[in-house]
């Protein structure tokens, strides 16, 4: 083959691979061109408007929004003067079997659980279980926390109220309970400990027993029930996120493995020359390593589903990337040149070439979803599954509260810290401030679920809405609701991003 021969082919690849480049990153910049964004106007309330106009209005909003924002699946639960006038679901609870989202679809809806905890919390007191007075850590006969200098400050208002002190995940107080805001997980597991042990029941059956049968929210449960899995709705995550993990883990210990491998081939046959068979150990005890530590972290997290799409996202990268690495090896490179070098240069291009591709083709693999194959800790901030219908009646319930006396119920609706002039943190529920009355509040957000509630106690006016999409578009759950009901929502979008965490009150 002549040199020119040879230039002129690698000039055709070259060309090739950037055509191929620049396409699909032209593609994708055009998509987030096109991306859909709800205008940040402020709406009006929506309270006066028929409720008929207002449910029309949702049936084209949401599933346009849908589509815009690519989401899988949404349930909206809709209240108008104190009752459920709405309940319907929209799109699919599983990209893969398409299964429909309906009224009756379950939802994981993450941290809308302390809402739940803080009344079960109210209930407790009534009881005579449970006092605003004694320091939470004086009910329990085994450490739990750290100790500090206030330990035994932190009363169960500062819990509800995220005014505790307590971090996210550390036991560590980092401030005077009471004197700010830090919104933790932590201070309700902290709370579930007490709540177990001055009534001796398991949690799941105090949730039953003072939330659940009472209102009537029969599929609703803290812990996994399998007559309920049928009807559970699958999470979802973009492709980029477990592609990019597994990527950056597997290179990392490939290469390390590699290199000792390498070094053991030199120290056996005084040669560093890698041969295929010896490739493919390496790539086998490299993907089964990462494999087994990916499992074995996870898993003792209770995140066993996200380890299961990680290792066959991971399974499907590797084997993706080198079906076209050898197809462009025969088809390509060997036909190029028959120099060496030249063939290591093409081959690491053209592996870069991959990994470009990959990943602008991973951009637009929105939705995979997660499998919910496994069980998991029981925990008070975040392992609720439900229905919007169900949660609808539980918002119903702390806006008008029937099963709690009335002074009790206002302990719900007193804010307890100040995040802003417009936002406070009541025990359990956010409080926002508005000139068309105030409103009680909670989102949840896990990696693959997102949803909201807000209800206007004083116009007996709310929605619940419950998603199935990623934790890269956080907003989705807010604007649906933001539509539902119009009014104030910047405040809260400032809190779902924990814009106020460790505000000091004056």
């Avoid at 096109?34 to 008929?52: A, G, I, M, W």
């Avoid at 809308?112 to 004694?134: P, R, W």
């Avoid at 290179?251 to 490739?279: A, D, N």
């Avoid at 807010?478 to 104030?488: F, Q, Y």
Wanted: hydrophobic share 45%; net charge neutral.
């Amino acid at each position: 083959m002549g040199r020119n021969q040879q230039n002129m082919r690698i000039k055709i690849l070259i060309c090739f691979i950037y055509v191929s480049v620049v396409l699909v990153a032209t593609i994708y910049s055009q998509e987030i061109r096109e991306s859909y964004t709800l205008s940040e106007q402020e709406l009006s309330l929506r309270f006066s408007e028929p409720v008929d106009t207002i449910i029309s209005d949702l049936k084209i909003f949401i599933p346009n929004y849908m589509n815009n924002e690519n989401i899988p699946g949404v349930q909206i639960a809709f209240i108008h003067e104190g009752k459920i006038v709405w309940s319907e679901g929209f799109g699919v609870t599983n990209t893969i079997t398409r299964e429909l989202v309906t009224s009756n679809t379950l939802f994981e809806v993450a941290s809308l659980s302390k809402v739940v905890t803080a009344y079960m919390a109210l209930k407790l007191i009534e009881e005579g279980k449970l006092s605003f007075e004694k320091p939470l850590h004086n009910y329990l006969t085994q450490e739990w926390m750290i100790p500090s200098v206030y330990r035994d400050s932190i009363h169960l208002s500062h819990v509800l109220s995220h005014s505790s002190g307590l971090g996210k995940m550390s036991k560590d107080i980092m401030f005077k309970p009471g004197t700010a805001y830090y919104y933790s997980a932590n201070g309700y597991i902290f709370l579930k400990e007490v709540m177990e042990e001055v009534t001796e029941e398991s949690f799941e059956n105090l949730a039953q027993r003072l939330v659940f049968k009472p209102l009537g929210m029969k599929s609703s449960s803290f812990v996994k029930q399998s007559e309920f899995a049928i009807r559970t709705s699958n999470g979802h995550i973009r492709a980029l996120i477990p592609f990019i993990l597994f990527g950056i883990l597997f290179t990392t210990l490939f290469v390390i493995i590699l290199l000792i491998g390498l070094l053991i081939i030199r120290l056996r046959t005084k040669s560093w020359e890698l041969r295929r068979l010896y490739l493919v150990i390496i790539l086998s005890i490299s993907f089964i390593l990462l494999a087994s530590a990916i499992f074995i972290i996870l898993g003792s997290s209770s995140l066993t589903e996200f380890a299961w799409v990680l290792v066959i996202s991971g399974f499907v990268l590797l084997t993706l990337f080198l079906l076209l690495f050898y197809v462009g090896r025969s088809l390509f490179i060997k036909k190029l040149s028959h120099r060496r070098g030249i063939k290591i240069i093409l081959s690491y291009l053209w592996s870069f070439v991959i990994i470009v591709l990959i990943f602008f083709c991973s951009i637009k693999i929105k939705n995979i979803p997660v499998p919910d194959w496994t069980d998991y800790d029981v925990s008070p901030a975040g392992t609720l599954r439900t229905s919007a219908q169900e949660l609808a009646l539980f918002l119903i319930e702390i806006s008008n509260p029937q099963f709690l006396k009335i002074e009790t119920g206002e302990y719900l609706r007193t804010s307890q810290i100040k995040l802003s002039n417009n936002l406070g943190w009541g025990m359990g529920p956010g409080i926002l401030y508005s000139e068309q009355g105030y409103a009680l509040w909670q989102w949840g957000q896990h990696i693959d679920f997102q949803s909201i509630m807000i209800i206007y106690p004083e116009h007996e006016f709310g929605v619940v809405i419950c998603t199935n999409n990623d934790l890269l578009n956080p907003d989705v759950a807010v604007e649906i609701a933001h539509r539902a009901l119009g009014g104030k929502i910047e405040p809260l979008r400032l809190a779902i991003h924990l814009q106020y965490d460790y505000v000091e009150q004056n």
